[in-house]
């Protein structure tokens, strides 16, 4: 009896070209609004929320004593318009102050999240069913110590772009209320993925793009050298100096070209004599690579043609 393993056949080129095309969507750019946020800076920001995204995991799932994730999803450039356009009425919005960054800070929690975690932090199963209306006086006080651990957290994790201190300033359901930014201000807006047990929500942070900027122009700026960096780099920088002095090039001595037409160059046969574009006067060329860097006068030296090196002629070539 025999055994054949059949190797997994390969995808097919339709299948393929249907896959790049799903990973590669367009996206489109409004040359009214340029990107200010670069790529660069939004690596940046990407490294810091991710932390703050491991830490608010922890931070929801011992507060509620259920297993919840956040997992941050994107990072992205908006005007305050958008922003507030894309949440949900009404929902639950915290406003606060972030210095020594400029103006003042979003973080939004779907309304039916807030109340779920109400629901834990009381006892509760956390029901998928919850009431949408704004939190009571008891309520609102129960989830303050979850939201304040957030900006807590948030503040652990910004870090190495600005050390800031957000403190709480307000709480609005309505995010047309919530008089954040000027409606065309940009402003950069993270998204997270938060699941409390097997459901699932939208989370945002708010922050403005012009009380970041400054900070993230100075952390993606190169870290300050020390005079042992400095002696080293000099060191390697002298030490590749004399290897390349010491690297074997190829050189020619050459004439200056000559043009010659296709009937000229097909009609040539032994014996010919071609006249020369090189004035008789003039040096010949030293190059490498195609390059001239030199001149020099033809000569010999015993029984080895030579070339002795002159100056640079003022005639015009």
Same mark, same amino acid.
């Given at each position: 009896?025999?055994?054949?393993?059949?190797?997994?056949?390969?995808?097919?080129?339709?299948?393929?070209?249907?896959?790049?095309?799903?990973?590669?969507?367009?996206?489109?750019?409004?040359?009214?609004?340029?990107?200010?946020?670069?790529?660069?800076?939004?690596?940046?920001?990407? %490294? #810091?929320?991710? *932390?703050? !995204?491991? $830490?608010?995991?922890?931070?929801? /799932?011992?507060?509620?004593?259920? &297993?919840?994730?956040?997992?941050?999803?994107?990072?992205?450039?908006?005007?305050?318009?958008?922003?507030?356009?894309?949440?949900?009425?009404?929902?639950?919005?915290?406003?606060?102050?972030?210095?020594?960054?400029?103006?003042?800070?979003?973080?939004?929690?779907?309304?039916?999240?807030?109340?779920?975690?109400?629901?834990?932090? %009381? #006892?509760?199963? *956390?029901? !998928?069913? $919850?009431?949408?209306?704004?939190? /009571?006086?008891?309520?609102?006080? &129960?989830?303050?110590?979850?939201?304040?651990?957030?900006?807590?957290?948030?503040?652990?994790?910004?870090?190495?772009?600005?050390?800031?201190?957000?403190?709480?300033?307000?709480?609005?359901?309505?995010?047309?209320?919530?008089?954040?930014?000027?409606?065309?201000?940009?402003?950069?807006?993270?998204?997270?993925?938060?699941?409390?047990?097997?459901?699932?929500?939208?989370?945002?942070?708010?922050?403005?793009?012009?009380?970041?900027?400054?900070?993230? &122009?100075?952390?993606?700026?190169?870290?300050?050298?020390?005079?042992?960096?400095?002696?080293?780099?000099?060191?390697?920088?002298?030490?590749?100096?004399?290897?390349?002095?010491?690297?074997?090039?190829?050189?020619?001595?050459?004439?200056?070209?000559?043009?010659?037409?296709?009937?000229?160059?097909?009609?040539?046969?032994?014996?010919?004599?071609?006249?020369?574009?090189?004035?008789?006067?003039?040096?010949?060329?030293?190059?490498?690579?195609?390059?001239?860097?030199?001149?020099?006068?033809?000569?010999?030296?015993?029984?080895?043609?030579?070339?002795?090196?002159?100056?640079?002629?003022?005639?015009?070539?």
């Amino acid at each position: 009896m025999s055994l054949f393993a059949t190797a997994p056949r390969p995808a097919s080129a339709a299948a393929r070209t249907r896959r790049r095309a799903r990973a590669s969507e367009p996206t489109v750019y409004d040359f009214r609004r340029p990107i200010q946020l670069s790529r660069e800076h939004s690596r940046i920001l990407q %490294l #810091g929320l991710s *932390g703050l !995204a491991r $830490q608010a995991t922890t931070v929801f /799932t011992s507060s509620l004593r259920t &297993v919840c994730t956040v997992q941050l999803l994107s990072i992205a450039q908006e005007t305050y318009a958008e922003y507030v356009d894309s949440l949900n009425a009404p929902t639950y919005l915290l406003k606060f102050s972030a210095e020594p960054m400029s103006g003042l800070g979003v973080l939004e929690i779907p309304l039916p999240a807030i109340m779920s975690c109400v629901d834990h932090m %009381l #006892g509760g199963p *956390g029901s !998928a069913v $919850q009431p949408v209306r704004p939190l /009571t006086d008891i309520e609102g006080g &129960v989830v303050r110590g979850l939201v304040e651990r957030l900006l807590g957290e948030m503040q652990y994790s910004l870090a190495g772009v600005v050390e800031i201190d957000p403190k709480l300033t307000g709480i609005e359901y309505s995010p047309q209320f919530a008089q954040v930014a000027g409606a065309a201000d940009v402003m950069v807006v993270a998204t997270f993925d938060l699941r409390i047990g097997d459901r699932a929500h939208r989370m945002s942070i708010c922050l403005p793009f012009s009380g970041l900027q400054p900070h993230l &122009v100075k952390a993606a700026a190169p870290a300050p050298v020390s005079e042992r960096e400095r002696a080293q780099r000099a060191r390697a920088a002298d030490l590749v100096h004399r290897q390349f002095e010491q690297v074997p090039v190829q050189v020619s001595v050459t004439f200056r070209p000559t043009r010659l037409g296709p009937d000229s160059l097909g009609g040539l046969a032994v014996g010919d004599v071609l006249r020369l574009s090189h004035p008789a006067s003039a040096p010949l060329d030293v190059t490498v690579d195609d390059t001239t860097f030199a001149h020099a006068t033809p000569g010999t030296q015993g029984a080895r043609l030579a070339a002795l090196i002159v100056g640079t002629p003022e005639e015009k070539r």
